[in-house]
């Protein structure tokens, strides 16, 4: 899969299959209009394309009006977006930076501008509450007309569904702040990840006898924090169970910054002791055990980790019981 920047390269294909929108989570909806996607641009003998912004537009328009409450919670890190981007069979994806100017485009000039004259789009499929343009003002009806006139296909895809429940980035968000993990997998078809570098830390779990790799977010509102049972690929050939913490950290620091941290019960030998850095792992969070906690010192601290790894292993021996 290629990835790029804006669209003004020349190693862009000179004409595509598109879809266009944030695909936080890259849900089972998602995953359906992808698979749409990839099947026209096959028998059109053209690149499955997605065209993605990065900020989300309502973290734009958040900052703009000094309201971060209208920023959405985040499920995903662009670089796990586009690992699973890749995973549905994508060709090429356009990452691009939603600002002023983008905001400011008419309906008419993001069509003329980014759909036919910047991707070259043959085929443009969308969802069925697809909005375009400077306030939202262009719809499906304004796309299709265009599509008539200046030469490209357009497709509606309708709401995807599971057990009665429409899947959207929002309903996976509610699902994360509920600390519903079973219910996340079921809506996204797989077990919530987070994959990234493991970078050096304060050496904080050293001290508290539990060593721990970290691993950014890189957003400051994640959808989902607290402490996990979570299973770790990348580290070692059979993937690692463990314990891991999601959010800010409230009891040894005050910068606000997003962490996972990870306790992995066996640590390979194989790796030493600092073997871990630098190395890209895929972190599954499986089982919420409870909610971020501030305690009074690190003695307290201490305590509650060792009871959250007690609890963790608790929950994978009762998975191999099958109870």
């Given at each position: 899969?290629?990835?790029?920047?804006?669209?003004?390269?020349?190693?862009?294909?000179?004409?595509?299959?598109?879809?266009?929108?944030?695909?936080?989570?890259?849900?089972?909806?998602?995953q359906a209009m992808l698979a749409l996607l990839r099947n026209e641009a096959q028998h059109r003998d053209l690149p499955a394309t997605v065209l993605t912004f990065e900020p989300h537009p309502r973290d734009y328009f958040a900052a703009l009006t000094g309201k971060s409450e209208l920023a959405p919670a985040r499920i995903a890190t662009l670089r796990d977006k586009l690992s699973e981007l890749e995973r549905c069979g994508v060709d090429q994806v356009v990452v691009v930076p939603f600002d002023q100017r983008l905001a400011s485009l008419t309906p008419q000039a993001f069509i003329d501008d980014v759909?036919?004259?910047?991707?070259?789009?043959?085929?443009?499929?969308?969802?069925?509450?697809?909005?375009?343009?400077?306030?939202?003002?262009?719809?499906?009806?304004?796309?299709?007309?265009?599509?008539?006139?200046?030469?490209?296909?357009?497709?509606?895809?309708?709401?995807?569904?599971?057990?009665?429940?429409?899947?959207?980035?929002?309903?996976?968000?509610?699902?994360?702040?509920?600390?519903?993990?079973?219910?996340?997998?079921?809506?996204?078809?797989?077990?919530?990840?987070?994959?990234?570098?493991?970078?050096?830390?304060?050496?904080?779990?050293?001290?508290?006898?539990?060593?721990?790799?970290?691993?950014?977010?890189?957003?400051?509102?994640?959808?989902?924090?607290?402490?996990?049972?979570?299973?770790?690929?990348?580290?070692?050939?059979?993937?690692?169970?463990?314990?891991?913490?999601?959010?800010?950290?409230?009891?040894?620091?005050?910068?606000?910054?997003?962490?996972?941290?990870?306790?992995?019960?066996?640590?390979?030998?194989?790796?030493?002791?600092?073997?871990?850095?630098?190395?890209?792992?895929?972190?599954?969070?499986?089982?919420?055990?409870?909610?971020?906690?501030?305690?009074?010192?690190?003695?307290?601290?201490?305590?509650?980790?060792?009871?959250?790894?007690?609890?963790?292993?608790?929950?994978?021996?009762?998975?191999?019981?099958?109870?």
């Amino acid at each position: 899969m290629q990835i790029f920047r804006g669209f003004h390269h020349a190693a862009l294909a000179p004409a595509c299959a598109l879809t266009i929108g944030n695909f936080d989570g890259v849900h089972r909806g998602h995953q359906a209009m992808l698979a749409l996607l990839r099947n026209e641009a096959q028998h059109r003998d053209l690149p499955a394309t997605v065209l993605t912004f990065e900020p989300h537009p309502r973290d734009y328009f958040a900052a703009l009006t000094g309201k971060s409450e209208l920023a959405p919670a985040r499920i995903a890190t662009l670089r796990d977006k586009l690992s699973e981007l890749e995973r549905c069979g994508v060709d090429q994806v356009v990452v691009v930076p939603f600002d002023q100017r983008l905001a400011s485009l008419t309906p008419q000039a993001f069509i003329d501008d980014v759909l036919v004259n910047g991707l070259k789009a043959r085929y443009v499929l969308v969802g069925d509450d697809f909005r375009f343009g400077a306030k939202r003002a262009g719809d499906h009806d304004l796309l299709d007309a265009e599509g008539d006139r200046q030469g490209f296909d357009v497709a509606r895809m309708m709401s995807y569904e599971v057990h009665g429940l429409r899947v959207s980035s929002s309903v996976v968000r509610d699902a994360l702040a509920a600390g519903d993990m079973p219910q996340v997998e079921r809506l996204l078809g797989r077990p919530y990840t987070i994959s990234g570098h493991v970078i050096h830390g304060a050496k904080l779990g050293r001290s508290l006898d539990c060593r721990t790799l970290n691993v950014r977010f890189g957003h400051e509102k994640p959808a989902t924090s607290g402490i996990f049972a979570v299973r770790t690929h990348g580290l070692s050939d059979q993937p690692l169970e463990g314990v891991a913490s999601l959010g800010v950290r409230p009891t040894v620091e005050d910068a606000g910054r997003v962490l996972l941290e990870v306790h992995c019960f066996d640590w390979p030998a194989a790796l030493g002791k600092e073997g871990g850095y630098g190395k890209i792992v895929r972190v599954e969070l499986l089982h919420k055990l409870r909610d971020e906690a501030r305690y009074d010192g690190l003695e307290a601290l201490q305590a509650a980790i060792h009871q959250d790894i007690a609890d963790a292993r608790g929950f994978f021996e009762a998975q191999r019981r099958g109870t």
